[in-house]
């Protein structure tokens, strides 16, 4: 089985994968997603949302890193992926599951589901910009509105030569709302010659073993489970038990330091409140600590708190 950490716009950035991929369990990064408009965007751009594709196209724990690409037309798509493949990316993923309105109404994301013949063009397309040694794989929800979007739009995908895609187990329109519909995965295992990895509403170790089941698949994304259970991962390969609070302080004190004196020192204070918000799903002490530091502005004095607290006791959920 393999686990991989899911691309979160605004969330999931370098300093995210370095940590979370260096506390383990991860086999695979993609980035945030990378807009395609129409034109060959700058190197800078790639390397501004994916910085390890100047070492090599993996975080410093050596974990391969996928760039993201998001946009409608194929022709710039396939022209991009090649461009992001040169600089270092190790194969491509295709976003057209995101569920905002600002990117769906510029027609890319979650709205493309309703047009399986774009989606087959783009995937095509990309297929024959980069090399046939590296993936192209394809994230998508199960539809727009309509969960049967998943079957025209899996065998579009895979009949273009996906190499692997990962299935959000809701539409659109259901946004993050559980549950997931995992079952509707396993409708379509038969219409793919690409391995399905399934993703959505998982949690803990004992959600990663019903999902697996359910959906037929061999291998996971995860997200907002990750920021939630920072070893969740290493919990659903190695059945390790979940951190303690004060483990979890350990790698929050860490990640400030990066945040602080890194290059998005200025967005701290809101990237840490925000991290706590999925900390609250697993920690009880996460409340009471997001409670004294929601005011904070000041990054010395939150990491304080922080500390302050490490050793408060922790309950986890099961």
Known sequence: MRVMLAPMEGVVDHLMRDMLTRIGGFDLCITEFVRVVEQKLPNH????LCPELK???TTPAGVPVRVQLLGQHPVWLAENAARAVDLGSPGIDLNFGCPAKTVNKSKGGAVLLNEPETLFAIVSAVRKAVPDTLPVTAKIRLGFDDRTQVFDNVKALSDAGATAITI?????TDGYKPPAYWDWIKKVQHLSKAPIIANGEIWSAADAKRCLAVSGCKDLMIGRGALSL???????KSDVPPMTWAEVTDWLVEYSGYEIFGDK???YPNRIKQWFGYLKNQYTEAEFV???IRRLRDSDSIVEVIRSNQYRFAVTKE
Request: hydrophobic letters at 30%; one cysteine or more; aromatic letters at 12%.
């Open 45 to 48: 751009v790639f390397h501004r």
């Open 230 to 236: 920072p070893n969740l991962a290493q919990c659903i």
């Open 55 to 57: 070492t090599g196209g």
């Open 168 to 172: 959000h187990a809701r539409t659109k």
């Open 265 to 267: 020192g200025r967005y």
């Open 290 to 292: 997001f409670d004294q």
